[in-house]
């Protein structure tokens, strides 16, 4: 069995990471997934460090990186992305707003089918307000048109075959927009759809 990485970014997060390490742990050891999470702590003003700290001695597999301030959530994807040890590589948010049983069918399609990238496609935008939903509709129609590829369903949540994932990393890029971004590169791609889940504190 090969090894699934998944890289979680976290920004005030202190009620989360525990949460979010038991469920998702919990759920990769029932399915005999052998796994890392590795939680990025983009500056948080919290608890979160000393949260997945905790997290990091109760659980096997987990690692925790640290950020000296706020750096992006982009930024904290690709750190977690370039200290991943496993054959695939999965990021999900600390929120538990991207499903975690999603892994499963990402992992599935990667290990089984051969392919090398697993897109989350947001079935639903969830609860978000008109006005939201409005201006979210704007910006993914021009970065539609700029990645040539339709980005209005796109999100961070999503699995990579470690080839993909060292394609990333050795781009110039450094100010990016990672979905659009993985989409880019290429790979051979599939997408599962997810709901996006209410926000549990
Ligand atoms: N996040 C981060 N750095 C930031 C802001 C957010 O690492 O500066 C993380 C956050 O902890 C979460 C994910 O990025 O794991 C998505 O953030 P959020 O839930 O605020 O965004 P939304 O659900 O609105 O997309
Ligand atoms: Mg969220």
Redesign the pocket.
Known sequence: MKKLSVV??????EK?VPKTAKTVSGLLKAHQIPYELIF?N??SKDGTWQEIEKAVSTYPGITGVQFSR????ES?ILAGLATATGDCCAVM???L?HPPETLLEMYRLWSEEGYEIVEGVKHSRGKESALHKASAGMFYKIMTKAVGIDMSRAS?FKLMDKKAVEALLVMPERNTFFRALSSWIGYRTTSVEFDVQE?VE
């Open positions: 979680i970014p976290a920004y005030n997060e989360m990025v983009d500056g706020n750096f992006g959530k904290a948010d600390c929120d707003q961070d926000r």
